[in-house]
């Protein structure tokens, strides 16, 4: 498109239409060490200049700061564009370093009235569960949840990293508008169970980390070139040896790259964006970044189309990742599956 302006893709069979790639906001204040606030909100502003209608948060990034940054800025443009947010991470107030999943109706109804204050509108436009906590069934929960939006606090309903089944059941007791889960080169469990549920159902599939949390950009080889306080530090696929593994699986990204005269993250993203062709329902990756030029590099790779050897050259690489993508997986579809 001559003035940069990426395309669109709709959030499940009825819900609004938002440029084809979000952005991920929780980075801009919280999970990866240090951050610029003025170069942040111009990453934001960059963003909408460019398309990116699907803006992504939850309470849990910074016990409830990210909604708040990112408030005036959802205030200003508040008819041009989608704000997504989650809860089911509670703070115990003994710890505050701790979560704790609650989907019980009572927590949910609480999150809501609080996510709404801290971002100053009167409704959210997607609203989701973002882990599962399997005590409480997950009809009870998205009982609850369709209550919101029979009351006007909430528009539409999305879940985060449940399985095929579990999205069976909440589709059946309210249309679920978008899944989020991981999505990446270096992480495909969901290709086996729940992206053919999410086509069936008619769900749009939100891919969240589709830069494998920036190590499929090449920024930073292993955890110890990170801050001490970049949540990416514990995460089993950026430490030791494992580090030194993924690496090296790069390498026909950079291959690739260089005959498309891109970079790595662009190919990264390009291949997350062809899942949408190759799977037959939409596909929104939702990087995250805190500077303007990176969300026009990210929004460019929209337009590059990888051939079918290309995608062959790929295809093999999550096979063989070194490490999780949590030190837990039990939180995770793919724990559960």
Not at 287 to 300: D, F, H, L
Request: with cysteine; net charge negative.
């Amino acid at each position: 498109m001559t003035d940069g302006r990426i395309t669109t893709a709709k959030l499940g069979d009825d819900g609004p239409e938002v440029g084809v790639q979000g952005l991920g906001c929780m980075g801009m204040n919280f999970g990866y060490g240090p951050s610029d606030a003025d170069a942040s909100r111009a990453t934001l502003e960059r963003a909408l200049e460019l398309g990116v209608t699907l803006y992504d948060t939850a309470d849990a990034y910074g016990a409830g700061e990210n909604e708040r940054f990112l408030s005036p800025f959802f205030k200003a443009h508040r008819d041009e564009l989608v704000i997504a947010t989650k809860f089911a991470l509670s703070i115990p107030p003994d710890d505050p370093t701790r979560r704790v999943i609650r989907n019980d109706p009572p927590y949910i109804r609480q999150a809501v009235e609080a996510s709404l204050k801290r971002l100053d509108v009167d409704v959210i436009d997607l609203y989701y569960m973002h882990r599962r906590d399997v005590n409480v069934p997950i009809e009870e929960s998205v009982g609850t949840m369709a209550e919101l939006v029979r009351e006007g606090k909430v528009k539409h309903l999305g879940l985060s990293e449940v399985t095929a089944d579990e999205l069976h059941a909440a589709h059946a007791v309210h249309p679920i508008a978008a899944l989020q889960s991981e999505w990446s080169l270096f992480s495909r469990d969901i290709e086996t169970n729940v992206v053919p549920a999410a086509r069936d159902l008619g769900v749009t599939l939100v891919a969240y980390s589709p830069l494998g949390r920036g190590f499929l950009t090449g920024s930073f080889a292993s955890a110890e070139d990170l801050s001490s306080g970049d949540f990416r530090r514990q995460q089993p696929r950026f430490t030791g040896d494992n580090a030194a593994a993924n690496g090296a699986l790069l390498e026909p990204i950079r291959a690739i790259a260089e005959t498309h005269g891109a970079s790595v993250g662009q190919i990264a993203l390009a291949w997350a964006h062809q899942q949408s062709s190759l799977h037959g329902l939409p596909v929104i990756p939702i990087p995250g970044t805190r500077k303007p030029s990176r969300v026009e590099e990210n929004t460019a790779a929209t337009r590059i189309v990888l051939t079918d050897d290309e995608l062959a050259l790929l295809d093999p690489i999550a096979a063989k990742v070194a490490g999780n993508r949590y030190a837990d997986m039990a939180f995770t579809s793919a724990g559960r599956e």
